[in-house]
């Protein structure tokens, strides 16, 4: 599979690998997924032509630790879990999460980029790949609804309209009989599309992840549990509240403790999970 076949949407995802592989070569490293800078050296694409920035190679290493350290509790606590991880890209986080043999782990992306990621990555047991649109009402079918899910969207909701991402919490909410839903968020998107905009004509990248935005986002963290009648906000973090704020480049470290302090700069950067509880209140 070639990446230069790839849609732009698609694209997004070979910006978000190449953050993390760049994040592993640092010497402070957030993520330490080195699997990432593996996977970006067997693809031949130009990825620092895309002009992926500091703030974007912290910010992307950061949130997918936050996520895998989600997982992480929940797969502990389920050890019979699914692990769903939605517009997957080449993601890594199988590896990085290592869950017990006992979980299985569905990567799910449109069909072209699912073909990329199995070419680029390793065959690992109980981990699946799945091409589909989630925006498709029957994708969820294979996955066992019995067991406890955890379903996360690192990066992919930015790309789908309001209507569809209500759509596809709802569907994992009623197809799934208890779960968390996990994914990383922005608040409300205008003002930062105005200034993206301002700069995406010099940054390849940011053409690339602005130039395909759909969603507009939300300010209230309550706001998606109107998307699934069962969803109940759990946590809301800021990355730029996090201890590894520590690890970021000098500028970058000074600019996200001040931002951790007002709530509305905070939000571009948060962390979000709900909890959905079975329907009869049995566990
Ligand atoms: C910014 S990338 C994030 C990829 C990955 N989660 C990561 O963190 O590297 C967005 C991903 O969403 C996928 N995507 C976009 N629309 C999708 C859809 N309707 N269904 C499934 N995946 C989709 C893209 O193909 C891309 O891989």
Redesign the pocket.
Known sequence: MDAGALSP??Q??L???YA?ALDSRSPRSILGDTLADEVVAGIDFDFAGLGVTPSVVCL?ALR?RMLDDMIRRFVTEQPDAVVV???????TGVFRVDPPPSVDWFS???PE?TALRDGVLPHRYRSHSLA????ETDWLRVMPADRPAIVV????FP??PDA?VAATAGRITEHFRLGMIAFNDYGTVSRLNRLAKLIMARKPMFRT?YGQWEFRGFRDAHHPETWGARMRLVEESSAMRQPEVALFPPLLRIGSRLGARVPAVASKARVLCYRFDPPDGTR
Request: glycine share 10%; net charge negative.
């Open positions: 949407v698609q997004t995802a910006a978000t690998a993390r992307v997918a991880d939605l517009g997957a890209g080449l993601s799910v992306d449109l980029m589909a649109s989630v925006a969207a690192d990066g992919l790309f789908l569809v992840m």
